[in-house]
């Protein structure tokens, strides 16, 4: 039985007891009433002076007597009535008591059968969107491989060089990265552009004319600043750009380069920023000796050039400048972006024999 059911019952109870004991009541009262009256007769009997009254006295004082035995009997049916009801409304009270807690129990227990469904609902849908989205992402991933799959045509290289106090040997390293080019293997599969004294709007036009896989900077720079020359004859002040900026222009144009390898003292961190632009970002660690830069560069160059991938050239040129006895050749460093591998890239293909 529910809650609800014992409920009923023990509202009838209780109400059944309450009646029973006001009938007891009543009669208890009546009972009271008559054993009053009958004395009075009796009194009234004693003191009666003839016998025809007494006799009509004790008479009356018999039936109020009998009337209240009545009922007291009455008045005791009753009691023993509501005692019974008592009993019963008792029973009840304990079955009605298991009977909630019971259903109490059935509640929490639907309430913690729903809630592991709405979880196990809540995490199949999320499961769903999480292979949607990894699907999605997945394909995002292919159609971007198959929009920037290699294209048959030559390795563009942007060579951008500013030195404007004159301090550092730029038509050196430009000259020694052309000749390194000229004397590999596939010399054919690299176009150069060279710009020994570029300036700001010289990057900015070249970048999206000639669309380099490349761009090559030789110069000063610190942590956070590129210093680029200005458009003036003699020596003069740097012009200042800011990485961020530099790293946001190379990321703007529709193909951005693959590597940008920047030849100037102090790199590393702009390098490790530009990653999230180009798969590839080299820069210097520290303060590099241009003969070391120079060293570096032609080498990196010349064994692209052979068909070498990156990370190849990269430990390559390292290793050639340690040969040489250069002290700096741990300086340069290579970034990635997450995702790709550097030994597996190689931005020059020949073609099939």
């Not at 008792?90 to 009977?99: P, S």
């Not at 530009?274 to 990196?300: C, H, K, Q």
């Amino acid at each position: 039985m529910n809650s609800s059911y014992y409920r009923s019952q023990l509202s009838s109870k209780y109400q059944g007891r309450a009646n029973a004991e006001k009938k007891a009541s009543e009669f208890r009262t009546k009972e009271a009433d008559r054993r009053g009256k009958a004395a009075k007769e009796q009194t009234a009997a004693a003191k009666a002076s003839n016998a025809t009254t007494r006799a009509s006295k004790l008479r009356t004082a018999q039936r109020y007597e009998d009337e209240a035995n009545k009922a007291g009997r009455d008045a005791g049916t009753w009691s023993a009535k509501a005692a019974k009801l008592s009993k019963e409304a008792a029973d009840l009270e304990t079955k009605l008591a298991r009977a909630e807690l019971s259903e109490r129990a059935a509640v929490e227990k639907t309430r913690q059968r729903e809630q592991q469904q709405a979880e196990r609902r809540a995490a199949a849908g999320q499961a769903r969107i999480e292979r949607r989205l990894s699907t999605a992402e997945g394909q995002v991933r292919t159609v971007l491989k198959e929009l920037r799959a290699p294209k048959p045509e030559k390795l563009r290289v942007l060579l951008l060089g500013a030195a404007s106090e004159g301090d550092l040997r730029i038509g050196r390293e430009q000259q020694k990265i052309r000749a390194a080019v000229q004397s590999a293997t596939h010399r054919d599969l690299i176009e150069l552009d060279v710009h020994p004294a570029a300036t700001t709007d010289v990057f900015l036009d070249a970048l999206p004319r000639f669309r380099p896989h490349v761009v090559h900077f030789s110069g000063h720079s610190a942590d956070d600043l590129i210093f680029f020359e200005k458009d003036e004859d003699g020596f003069h002040e740097e012009a200042e750009v800011n990485a961020r900026a530099f790293a946001r222009v190379i990321a703007a144009v529709d193909e951005p380069p693959l590597l940008v390898l920047l030849n100037s003292c102090n790199s590393a961190p702009q390098a490790a920023n530009l990653i999230d632009a180009v798969p590839f970002a080299i820069g210097m660690s520290d303060t590099i000796e241009d003969a070391d830069a120079i060293n570096y560069a032609a080498r990196f160059y010349a064994a692209i050039a052979e068909g070498q991938s990156v990370q190849a050239a990269h430990r390559f040129s390292r290793a050639a400048m340690e040969m040489n006895g250069l002290l700096d050749h741990e300086l340069p460093t290579l970034a990635c972006a997450p995702g790709v591998d550097p030994g597996a890239t190689k931005l020059v293909t020949p073609p099939p024999v």
